[in-house]
């Protein structure tokens, strides 16, 4: 236990005296989440849509007059020509055409019945779905505003419609920061810890001083267990500010107990502290082990559910996203901060990262080696 307290005391120096190392873990997290979150925005608005209207009736224009009254979309041209409309999608000025066919009022009124043509810039697809969704969704409350109208018997009351209502739990807004904070707080949370745990013996070795802690009697549990507490701690001081940040910038305010999101966190603390020791007793320079960090955690934050969610994966990848620990800190800063979920609802997740946790740092301890 002395050992240790020695190499702790060494570790918090070293650490305290670099100003960089120092600012990542205080300054930078602090400032991402303030960012990234008003960023990360998965709502698309100002879509630029053009309108062809063959018909110029009064039915038309109140449609056009819907779909220019929202912020979700601009009008960028208004005009009977769909020729004209489609050279602007061609020089992306434009990313949706409506066009209305010639009797378009005459067949609402007559036949009850009417088709339209949207055309969106497939280049961006997220953007053409979602642009193409909102204007289906208008063109429905356009034509039931027009049925409640229409269908009126002769007394003029108004025919019952189905009228459907919808109450959202956990994030009653929609508000997507409330959605992004939490995971993005757990995306720094990872990055920082993986890459400084993953300099930092490689560090050593570029520096010398790894030969000197060699001749000594210290073995590999301590060596790696002085290099891991010193991190796990300060893991914990960017979760506080994070936390900070959440409450007095966005106003979020855990649902859930908040002892449990630093219980798992610290085992999470541990099984990414593993896994950045275990890089850096693999690569002999600090340039490797960035490369092969920055490797493990482009699959981590892609295939996380940070920003695509997990179920609109292939199937083989789901599978590979239990192998993703951002997967399972991403869920529970959700469950637990949203929507006040206890340990019962995250008892797997604490039991996976745990297994990883003790097969991470078993390895990263059997592969560092001494030299006599």
Partial sequence: MRTLFFLL?????????????????????????IL??????????????????????????????????????????YTSSYPEAFALIE?????????IPVGFERGL???????????????????ANIGA?????????????LRTELLSDAKGRVQPLIDVRTIDRFNPHLLYHVFMVPGILALLLTMISV??????????????TIEQINVTPITRLQFISGKLIPFWLLGFVTLT??????????????????????????????AVLGLGLLISTVAETQQQAMFVAFFFMMIFIMMGGLFTSIE??????????????????????????????????????????AGMAILLNSWAVLKYRKMA
Avoid: C
């Fill in 9 to 33: 005391q060494k570790e918090f120096r070293q650490i305290l005296r670099d100003r960089i190392i120092l600012a990542m873990i205080l300054i930078m997290p602090t400032m991402q989440l």
């Fill in 36 to 77: 990234l979150p008003l960023a990360a925005n998965y709502e698309v608005r100002h879509i630029g849509v053009s309108i062809v209207d063959h018909d110029r009736s009064a039915a038309s224009q109140q449609l056009v007059r819907k779909i220019t009254s929202t912020d979700y979309f601009n009008l960028v041209r």
């Fill in 91 to 99: 020089s992306n000025q434009t990313d949706v055409i409506l066009e």
């Fill in 109 to 127: 009124v007559r036949e009850n019945e009417q088709s339209l043509f949207i055309s969106t810039n497939a280049i961006n697809g997220v953007k």
């Fill in 133 to 145: 969704a909102y204007l289906n969704r208008i063109v429905m409350d356009f034509n039931a505003d």
């Fill in 195 to 208: 890459y400084l745990s993953a300099l930092n013996i490689v560090k050593e070795k570029e520096l010398g």
């Fill in 241 to 270: 500010i994070g936390l900070l940040v959440a409450r007095f910038v966005y106003g979020i305010v855990p649902e859930g107990n908040i002892a449990l999101i630093y219980l798992f966190s610290g085992v999470y603390l541990t």
């Fill in 312 to 353: 609109s994966m292939p199937q083989w990848a789901q599978w590979l996203t239990y192998l993703n620990p951002v997967r399972y800190i991403i869920e529970v800063m959700r469950l637990v901060i949203l929507k006040g979920a206890g340990f019962s609802e995250i008892r797997f997740h604490f039991l996976v990262i």
